[in-house]
């Protein structure tokens, strides 16, 4: 039983909660009345924003498709119909955009009409104009894979009509059987989504970036079903490696949502040792890598001690498979991802540092939950792949990955195989860890170069979400998914793609490519928990080229709030805000006082090291001594290392401005608290 909600916006605050299972944590929640559950999913109703096109002959009046409507069908609507009529050798057809990625269904609404019977029409549904006006089959690889896109359906007489679901932002309707005009009184989509709230959030002075972030959290919202799925329109099923950069960009945008370990648990259980999770023993090691980052963000203990039969297990698989030598011996399908695959000795670099990486994590995780015989084996096994580094033979990925393991210098890596050529070579998934590693590197302008160049490419293209993978030279002569493609120029989604997502059965709406999204969010805001839960985090905020950048960060405490500048002498100076419970590390920054900044532990702030003020606030003085008129006062509480000092510490001379960028001296008004 879905929750129907009438609203053109998806950012609502209604949360859909969360409820455990025996074996596998479930999505769904709230049983009802006669053994029925409530779905997660929320629809809402989105209207067509333009006809993109119409067959020259057979339509009248499409336009009123673009008009407001109740959503249900009456006696005698005010506007006349879309009538679409097809004749043998020329079917009418109207082609709508609705303007965004859908997940969900397209809903018909048809008027009386003569005859009262059912007519039939053609509906076709595609992420991009072009998807929707192919024929099934062909050069370009229009397919029903998953998700049935193509169809001809039975529109009732004087009713709704409910087609799909599918992703898709187009849709194409045509009339099938000549003499029998198929009559539209309304078009629209339904979307189907979890409506949960945005906590995280992210601003710059970039809005190419800002906008980049954006994409990267829609993308991940429509992707977030029953379970967390790939993509929604192809395979709208659960991979466990795809959920690596998606899980990273749900801790960044919505914190913690019951759809991550309702994933994890199904994959869990229908997959028995020792087969691979998706049977892909890659897959299998990001499943141990998304458990640790769900504790950090987390804190979730009980959650943690019910995989441990597995995750010892699994972790013992994977250490086994480190040689007396330290050469990785992983069997299964040896898989990175699509793009990396004809460079199988880039796959052996990279699954030799993801090895490691398990291994790291398995070591922490086993110490964490008190077995030590099970950590002391992965260590063990980590230390000798350590020893065992292969060339990357110019694959971007696998080196990335060897640098995240710490067994190749960052800077070298960098420098000398994740920067040349630029975008070349990135992939969608796999750009999330290039990303890392060049800020591990410290090249910060670089990886936001590659942001705006990679991922704003898909934006040039007239993207509404990222896909499930990019090159840059498709772009050469090619028209944009929401126009038709004009005679002489490449159809960026038919004549593009490769491996097993040629042509259009490409998807456009793709989770793993939103790394993006949650590297802005801890690389440029620059926040990690440090303790389990995040009761400590760190802020190491990295602008690059960018003069300031803002937002949110989710914690179970609450949001942080964050505000980084770039001072004239290249400095960065912070304004931090953490929850109640959360202390903050502050690292390459100088942190102002603020409104409710208490809990900010500030490192390295010059002639105040040691010293911080919390709990600033402006309060009004009703009846001032001395003073006639009501006046406003400062008050705050001193916190330092050494607490005789913060006593001693009674006077002090604060800049104060209606917002940080005016914390200028010259610009903000000087206060003496002496």
């Avoid at 039983?1 to 409820?19: D, F, L």
């Avoid at 903050?584 to 003020?613: D, Q």
Wanted: aromatic share 6%; glycine share 10%.
């Amino acid at each position: 039983m879905n929750t129907t909600i009438r609203c053109r916006s998806i950012r609502s605050v209604v949360v859909c909660a969360a409820i455990a299972g025996l074996a596998v944590t479930t999505a769904a929640v709230a049983e009802q009345p006669g053994g029925a559950k409530r779905s997660p999913i929320a629809e809402f109703f989105v209207d067509p924003v333009r006809v993109v096109w119409q067959s020259d002959r057979g339509v009248s009046d499409a336009k009123t498709l673009l008009a407001q409507h109740p959503g249900q069908p009456v006696l005698e609507a005010p506007l006349p119909p879309c009538v679409i009529e097809t004749t043998p050798g020329a079917p009418g057809g109207v082609l709508l955009d609705f303007g965004r990625e859908i997940q969900g269904h397209v809903q018909i609404l048809t008027p009386m009409a003569p005859g009262k019977e059912p007519v039939r029409a053609r509906i076709r549904l595609g992420e991009s104009a072009s998807e929707a006006m192919a024929d099934l089959g062909g050069k370009k690889n229009a397919g029903n894979d998953h998700a049935v896109r193509d169809q001809v359906v039975t529109l009732p007489w004087l009713g709704t009509q409910t087609i799909g679901p599918s992703g898709f932002r187009f849709v194409r309707i045509d009339a099938v059987d000549p003499d029998r005009p198929v009559r539209l009184t309304q078009v629209r989509a339904v979307l189907g989504i979890r409506d949960v709230p945005r906590v995280g959030s992210f601003r710059c002075s970039d809005e190419r970036l800002t906008r980049i972030w954006e994409v990267g959290a829609d993308t991940v919202h429509l992707c977030m079903q029953d379970y967390l799925w790939d993509g929604i329109k192809r395979d709208r099923l659960v991979w466990i490696g795809d959920m690596h950069p998606e899980v990273s960009t749900i801790n960044a945008v919505f914190g913690f949502n019951d759809v991550v370990p309702a994933s994890l648990d199904l994959t869990r259980e229908v997959t028995p040792l020792p087969k691979w999770m998706n049977g892909i023993s890659s897959y299998s090691m990001w499943w141990v890598l998304i458990h640790e980052e769900m504790w950090r963000h987390h804190g979730d203990r009980t959650y943690l001690e019910a995989q441990m039969p597995y995750l010892a297990a699994l972790l013992e698989r994977l250490a086994a498979l480190v040689g007396p030598d330290g050469k990785e011996r992983i069997d299964g399908m040896r898989f990175l991802d699509w793009p990396s695959s004809p460079n199988q000795q880039g796959v052996t670099a990279g699954l030799q540092g993801l090895l490691v990486m398990t291994l790291d994590s398995g070591t922490r995780l086993m110490t964490e939950l008190g077995d030590d015989r099970v950590a002391g084996v992965c260590r063990a096994a980590a230390d000798r792949a350590r020893k065992v580094v292969p060339e990357a033979n110019g694959s971007k990925s696998g080196a990335a990955l060897l640098s995240l393991a710490g067994m190749r210098d960052a800077t070298q890596t960098a420098d000398a195989v994740l920067l040349p050529g630029g975008a070349a070579g990135v992939s969608t998934f796999y750009g999330f860890y290039v990303l890392d590693a060049l800020a591990k590197a410290g090249k910060a302008d670089a990886a936001l170069d590659l942001i705006r160049t990679y991922w704003g490419g898909m934006l040039d293209l007239g993207a509404t979400t990222f896909w499930e993978d990019f090159d840059l030279a498709w772009t050469a002569n090619a028209s944009r998914i929401d126009e038709l493609v004009p005679e002489g120029k490449k159809d960026i989604h038919g004549d593009c793609g490769a491996y097993c997502y040629e042509g259009f059965r490409h998807s456009l709406c793709h989770g793993w490519a939103s790394g993006p999204t949650a590297w802005l969010s801890r690389r440029v805001l620059g926040v990690t928990p440090l303790e389990p839960g995040f009761t400590k985090a760190r802020v190491a905020p990295m602008l690059g080229d960018l003069d300031w950048a803002e937002g949110t960060y989710p914690t179970p405490r609450g949001p942080i709030r964050l505000r980084h500048e770039r001072r004239p002498d290249g400095s960065i100076r912070s304004w931090v805000t953490p929850p109640e419970g959360v202390a903050i590390e502050a690292v390459g920054t100088t942190l102002m006082a603020g409104p409710g900044a208490g809990g900010v532990s500030p490192v390295g702030t010059g002639i105040g090291k040691g010293i911080t003020p919390v709990g600033l606030r402006c309060e009004w003085l009703e009846e001032p001594e001395g003073i006639g008129t009501r006046e406003p006062r400062l008050s705050w509480i001193v916190t330092a290392a050494d607490a005789d000092r913060g006593q001693r510490q009674t006077a002090y001379r604060i800049l104060v401005a209606s917002e940080p960028r005016l914390l200028e001296p010259g610009t903000a008004d000087l206060w003496d608290s002496g």
